[in-house]
């Protein structure tokens, strides 16, 4: 790698810890451009560089972390994700290789649309959980992959909301 690149790629990681550590303890609405780079040690010029805005900072962070869970959903398939109970598991997987940040982007400051773009990202490798179930037609197989993508990580969702009020066995065991 080129020095310029790994001095870009330096730059934008200070940029982004920085925005984090403002993030996990305040709303998106009261951080700054100048609150990120001054945490960071940079000018204001340097972050308009990388981002047009603070959530711009926050929408490149949330399509790194769609593309991260794709690529892992993709490591998993068929051989893992092909119960209830190993959908949950994968969420669960998620969610700890993200903490903290998964954890903030989709509890009650973060952002409601994340959900969403997940499971609308996840739904086509989803639906081949079903391919093989000939009860389901092409649209009711749409329909059941979107209820457990869903039903499985919004309940992983509000499992870390409540801090893991109960073992990850009992968690497991609800499937």
């Keep these: ?12 990681k200070n940029l982004e810890t920085a925005f984090w550590d403002l993030y996990l303890h305040k709303p998106l609405e009261k951080i700054s451009v100048q609150a990120i780079t001054e945490h960071a040690g940079y000018s204001r010029g340097t972050f308009y ?3 047009r805005d603070v959530r711009d900072v926050l929408e490149q962070l949330e399509d790194r972390l769609l593309t991260q869970t794709e690529q892992t959903v993709l490591e998993f398939f068929p051989d893992y994700i092909t119960t209830e109970k190993g959908v949950l ?3 669960i ?8 940040y998964i954890v903030k982007l989709l509890g009650p400051t973060g952002d409601p649309q994340l959900g969403n773009r ?6 086509p490798l989803a639906v ?9 037609n092409a649209l009711e197989r749409d329909y ?12 992983v969702s509000r499992w870390y909301a409540r801090g893991q009020d109960i073992s990850i066995q009992e968690f497991l065991n609800l499937s």
């Design 89 to 91: 598991q994968f969420f």
């Design 1 to 12: 790698m080129r020095h310029k690149e790994k001095a870009t790629q330096i730059t934008k």
């Design 144 to 155: 059941a992959a979107e209820y457990l993508l869903s039903a499985c990580f919004f309940m």
């Design 118 to 123: 997940m499971i609308v990202k996840l739904k």
């Design 49 to 51: 560089v990388y981002y």
């Design 93 to 100: 997987y998620i969610y700890e290789l993200h903490e903290p």
């Design 128 to 136: 081949k959980f079903f391919e093989h179930n000939t009860k389901y």
